[in-house]
């Protein structure tokens, strides 16, 4: 609203509101960043800088928790310094809201970090800016977290300390039980835990422990899920203080549960690293303690691995010192008796020898006979009858070194540790088990909802909140309910069928079914389920949206059907067959092509052979038999003639499928092709019937394209423009290249033109063959357009119209000699312009006439325009006869002379 009304003001403040909202709610931390991010983005482009601090902090805050910081609580990484941002933000007095709530930010993330000494700082500095803040929810966040920093850092602080902490503690706690009472829903959790914290500082554990569970409980009604985990780890400190490891332990794992809900997956691998050295602590202390007891020189704990056995830890004693190393190796008889060893763990037997040296049943044992060891204890370590370890000590010292009494308290001691061992052991199972579950349900890969029979989804992944349509908001808000998603055909069946199928066996087989989307259509999927208890209250379920397979089917429906639909209209068929030579497919069309009748089954090879021609049924068996000999496929055109007598062409294509190098069967095609080969040969026909007629007219036909240039020539176009057809087409430069040179300018100008305005031409040019020759040349060309009007290409003609061109130029100069005649041209001007019409017949040729002398044995100078006058001079008066030059002899002869050289012929 803010948005669209231009109130840049407000809606840059509901964008940091919003997040505090999110982090105060509990809300997932991926969804809390998203919006973290895309309100800095908005306040930075509006450049409200006191807004940027503000979410700066929130961002901080929720990435250090996602665990995308380097340092868990810290706010630091690439892009972002404590210590830069701290400066600036303190020494500007406008920013004093923007500085009050980082020191709260980071005071929440020191104090889940476990860091009590920085989340005291970090309250210290909140303090003086507690005016800025007196109505925001910020203000609730220090006194909760505050609380929870002054309780943690109570015990390890100086005794002289300790009454000013626990005054400002108290005091937090009044602020939290003032709001609580007006505003349970929100602040009694928080009330409570801090409350928590008191009772157990001042040794009221009993009260301590009640207002652990209600804090639990309050939070978890309330729906913050992260306050929820946060009472669980305070209580589970509280519980471990006191020697409840059991209880601890389940505390602990309900704490990592919850922060995995959360989003703070920083927090947990804080939790597991700590559950590591939880565990590395109690094998050191077990084995400590017990070489104590015993008063064993040597001790060695061995956990069982599957079918093996690992030594986990080695005591040593040096004096009254006790050395413990860990390890994991297996066990070996350079480090123990492997025989008792078994013994112990196969048979759950204690296993005593008082003098090792002495003959025994474990005489022959390796280490035994190697290493002498006097006094041997081996003590299996069980709970409910399942072994969870084995205590392996020795003594070489002397005979009879473990005495009864100490034999006794070691196996109380044992009881407890195994205890102990075993719940370590479940608890890193736990976190393993639910890590793998995590990584699949983030992963995104199916739909994953936790359900409540009675059709609460109490929790989901993205990937199943993408499938239904719906948002985050809506599954927190307790609206989504899998009984409202199913139709309610569909949900009859489910109730009737598969609930009792649920409460039977615990799980439901995958099974397809719909779910309403949010924007009301429909979505199928495919749903398995399998129930968390025996009662089917809740459980998890599976979910795969069978949208595109659905379309894949249907899209199959339909190409199968517009698949038979195109082979009817293009009569061409599909088959089949295995190597064996059966038929195991035929198409509807195909039947109608050959005339078999699709009711008695699928024709075998030999069926199919009665329908080819005979004089190609050999050609077509042979083939057959290649194609399975050789697992290759085949492209052949045969004839067939059908029951009524009709003889049709038709074209075979086939090829092998091949399952791991081996061919399983052939498919391919049959086409009818008789109408193809009759327009083809057709077509044959007409294109001899053009190739003449271009031949007979000299005319030639081409295609032209701006992109490609020449792509076409006919044969007679090759012949006109003096190429050879042979060597393919010429590049347009080519021909270009044999354009006479006073009209390649002309020419170039008239194709620019052309493809510019995309227009028909027509127009004379002159071209020089390699020969030398000049050849007239008539050229037309069409315009070819795409449908968005661009030019494709010309389509044009050229044609030879060199000799037409001759004979006109010759039949106009006879017409003007005969002008000259009739209008009393002088002799001489009409023998020159004789002379000049023979010159334009023919290039590079030099033409003269010469007259008859009235005494017939000379000749006179008639005409020679071009001819130089002392030739002509020459030439005047010379005689006739029989060697008397070209000129005098053919005058002498009466008959054509040629002379190729005048110089010596």
Known sequence: AANKAGDLTFAAYSRNNLNTNLLAGGNPLAEAQREAEQGLDFAQKARFGLVIDIITA?????????????????????????????????????????????????????????????????????????????????????????????????????????PQHLEALAAHYRQLEIWAKNCPENFENRAALVGAEIARIEGRALEAELLYEQAIRSARANGFVHNEAIAYEVAARFYAARGFDEIAHLYLGNARQGYLRWGADGKVRQLDEMGEIVLERLVETLLRTAIEHAGAERGLLILPHGSELLIQAEAKTRGSSVTVRLRETPV????????????????????????????????????????????????PLVKQGVLVAVLYMENNLGPNFFAPGRIAVLKVLASQAAISLDNSRLYRELQEREAEIRRLVDANIVGIFIWELEGQILEANDAFLRIVGYEREDLLSGRLRWTDLTPAERLDRDLKQFVPQLKLTGSLQPYEKEYFRKDGSRVPVLLGAAAFDEECKRGVAFVVDLTERKQAEEALRRSEAFLAEGQKLSHAGSWSFKPDGTCDYWSRELYEILGFDPNSGTPTISDYLTRVHPEDREVVEATIQRMIAAGEGCDLKKRIIRPDGVQRVIRCVGMPIREQGVVTRFVGTLMDITEQEELTQELRRREAYLEDAQRLSQTGSWAWSPEVGIKYWSEECYRVQGFDSRDGLPRFEELFQRIHPDDQPRLKELMQWVVREKIEFETDYRLVRPDGAVRDIHTTAHPVFSTTGDLIELMGTVIDVTDRKRREALLAGGNKVLEMVAKGDSLANILDRLCLLVEEQSSDVLASILLMDPNGRQLRHGGAPNLPKVYTDAIDGAFIGPAAGSCGTAAYRAQQVIVSDIATD
């Open 332 to 379: 070996s008889v350079l480090e123990l008796p492997e025989s008792i060893v078994r013994y112990a763990a196969r048979t759950q037997e204690t296993v005593i020898l008082d003098d090792a040296s002495a003959r025994n049943p474990f005489s022959t044992d390796e280490y035994i006979r190697e290493q002498r060891p006097r006094s041997v204890l081996c003590l």
């Open 58 to 162: 929130q961002l901080g805050l929720i990435r250090t928790l996602r665990g995308l910081t380097p340092s868990f609580g810290s706010f630091d990484y690439e892009q972002f310094d404590e210590r830069r941002f701290e400066g600036p933000v303190a020494s500007q007095r406008n920013l004093a809201l923007a500085e009050c709530w980082y020191w709260i930010r980071k005071l929440q993330a020191r104090v889940l970090a476990g860091d009590c000494r920085s989340a005291i700082e970090a309250s210290l500095k909140t303090q003086p800016l507690l005016w800025t803040s007196p109505s925001f929810f910020e203000r609730a966040e220090y006194e909760f977290y505050g609380g929870l920093a002054r309780a943690a850092f109570y015990n390890s602080a100086p005794v002289e300390e300790q």
